[in-house]
């Protein structure tokens, strides 16, 4: 390709509405444009990158026995209502109606159409396995897009759907997929890693999410430093270590007046008392039931592990006026001492001694409140973000943490779509079944993004060669020299024989101009042609990934590209 016939239209300014990076450079280096708010066109280049993914995706889906099919976008409303799901995904949906005015969904996600689909023609025993599989634009109507394709309103996915006679069945199904995931995020020469998930919303037992490195991701995952453990932090399971506090005298409750101090850290401030030796008093309706979640005031409430462990279906914090109402203080001055509702502690409030918390009345603390004799809970579960420093659930070593992008997601689901959809074959006695279901995606868009966030540098993109939309591009310096370009010519059409993908770079521009571009949209390998190069029978060679450059001659060169390019 021509870079002077090649539409990338590349911007000197950052795009002011980008946060991240990825979103920034994939903007700047005319990759794509926005359409709409988390609705974006993709120009010739990301076209090219994400045909790339898809080719490495599609071939290790049809190695592990995925067979690709299409479904449609436009999904029945009945197919969700069958499921129940209809009513579960309120405005995150897209909803239409027709001219008969009958409901329809732009699809999110296809578990309610495959199910049907596969139903309808799976009768028996002998048809199953079956894994099936599309790749194909979704649609989530999300409160807040942003960062680019990170988190947009109409994304590409790859899903499949495995159905099994049984849960051995969905087991095997399982493992293809894990493996195959882990195949494709390394073909595309990603750093990842694979995390124990939590599958709790969409009803499964079992779930690894496949996590692309970056600091600006929002998935938060731990790792143990000593065995192969890894989770991600709502999943990580908090083990309470070894009690080795000598235990305290039990002191006397005492109520201060502590004006105006409304957190923790105000409160470690005004009292000295640091926060973990605190309690933090979080009010949630729980199935429309208010209730009280305590924790130490150094961690994080995980909402995921509330609501499994309650059990609820619906489970979001309560609102101030509901709280004041029923507890006789606002937000800040909360605690567990006569508290009239349900109390759930985390394990470590109960080795706190003597700690202090809210006094349920604005302006009030106490201190020196221990558990069991001040209040009682209703129950003591595990309701906190693990962290880094916390001891590993399987061996006890001690968890590390870091931060990524969840590009791939498999779940186990079980029966829960089948029995809801009546999605059942007859086995050897003639008896109805239910079919044994997973679901396997991974975010093919999101995934671009995820590669440009993880390799990028002050320049620009840094794409890993088996994704980058060219491999190699041809710098003449001066254009308007006819033998530069002559003998960039030659070059460009013995690489495009030999099936490289070579941009030549024709464009009537300054040396710097064609260096930054090249930089910018992140081509791995660059030949610069120069006046040197005719004179002295000398190009240049640089690594997009690499500092230096070195100097070979027309007849190494193409040799020596060939192999960086694994092409030799
Ligand atoms: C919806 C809406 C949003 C959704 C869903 C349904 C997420 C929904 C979970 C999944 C699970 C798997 C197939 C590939 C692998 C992942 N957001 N999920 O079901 F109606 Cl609006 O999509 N689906």
Redesign the pocket.
Known sequence: MKASQLFFPTLRELPSEAEIISHQLLLRAGYMRKTGAGIYSYLPLAVRVLKKIEAIVREEMDKADGQEILMPIIQPRELWEKSG?WSV?GD??FRLLDRHNRGFALG????EIITTLVDADVQSYRDLPLMLYQIQNKY?DEIRPRFGLMRGREFI?K?LYSFDLDDAGLDVAYKKMYSAYRAIFTRLGLDFRVVEADSG??GGNESHEFVVLAESGESVIVYCDQCDYAANIEKAECILPENSEPPQPLREMEKISTPGIRTIQELVESLGHPAHEQAKTLMYMADGELIAAILRGDRELNEIKLKNALQVNELFMADETTVREQCGAGFGSLGPVGLNLKIYADPEITRLQNFSAGANQDDYHILNINLGRDFVPEKIIDIRNAQAGDFCPHCGGTLQSTRGIEAG?I?KLGTKYSDAMDATYRDQNGQDQPIVMG???IGISRTMAAAVEQKNDNDGIVWPLPIAPYQLIIVPVNSKKEEQMQAAERLYREFASRGVEVILDDRDERAGVKFKDADLIGIPVRITIGPKSLQENQVEVKKRWEKENILLTMEQVVDYVLEILNRA
């Open positions: 799901r995904y995150e949906m999110p996600t296809h578990e989530r996915m899903d919303a969409i997601h779940f679901c396997y995606g």
